[in-house]
């Protein structure tokens, strides 16, 4: 959705300098920590091993990664495609968030038939639960988010309308699979692989991703409501 237009640029009067600066470094941190902490886990799951290597690395590469990056893009302070028209931005946002969800989907298909090859219960954990929510959020959003290319697909649906469920439904689904990534750090796999310090770390990255996301959001709805009052 449009969440940052007419929103004040970086470095803007309206915005205080350290305030900003604080945003530009949460920005930069996020794209980095998230990219890092892919990299990490796709070195740690081997993808191609076995089967459930596909997992944690997909997963990842989802909703850490890839989903990041789709949300990021509107970002007025650390967007990587800051000076490309909404409208650019809007397409690429809706390509990168059904390329996350495909690979949900194929992480998710990996862990169950995983599963069901050794004979083990499906979804019997946290991580397990809030993982398959996830994934149907995820692909529901994904789906979704063709009304808003589209409006004429959501008849009866101003476009206003459209663009704040999209937005409010987008932060739970991206929250859902941070959430789901940080549970995941704390798998038998996982801690069977990173511990002490590093774990820490690395259990951070996703939940900074989170936090960065979470004030984007929020801070651009608060900011088009201001303007428009």
Do not use: D
């Amino acid at each position: 959705g449009q969440y940052f237009k007419n929103y004040q640029p970086c470095g803007a009067e309206t915005e205080p300098k350290l305030y900003t600066c604080g945003r530009v470094s949460g920005g930069v941190s996020a794209h980095v920590l998230c990219a890092v902490f892919t990299a990490t886990v796709a070195v740690l799951s081997k993808p191609g091993s076995s089967l459930f290597s596909w997992h944690p690395f997909l997963m990842t590469l989802a909703f850490s990664f890839i989903m990041t990056e789709a949300i990021l893009l509107f970002s007025t302070h650390s967007s990587l495609f800051r000076k490309a028209k909404h409208q650019t931005k809007a397409r690429l946002h809706w390509i990168l968030q059904s390329l996350s969800a495909s690979c949900a989907v194929f992480g998710f298909g990996a862990i169950v038939y995983n599963k069901h090859v050794h004979g083990k219960p499906h979804f019997t954990s946290w991580h397990g639960l809030i993982g398959v929510i996830t994934v149907c959020v995820a692909v529901l959003q994904s789906v979704g988010g063709l009304a808003i290319l589209y409006p004429k697909l959501a008849k009866g649906w101003s476009l206003a309308k459209l663009k704040r469920s999209h937005a409010a439904f987008g932060l739970v689904a991206y929250l859902l699979g941070s959430a789901s990534v940080v549970l995941g750090t704390s798998s038998a796999w996982f801690t069977g692989r990173v511990t002490g310090y590093a774990w820490y770390m690395m259990a951070f990255c996703p939940a900074l991703g989170a936090l960065v996301v979470m004030s984007q959001v929020t801070n651009a709805y608060m900011a088009k409501k201001r303007l428009q009052s």
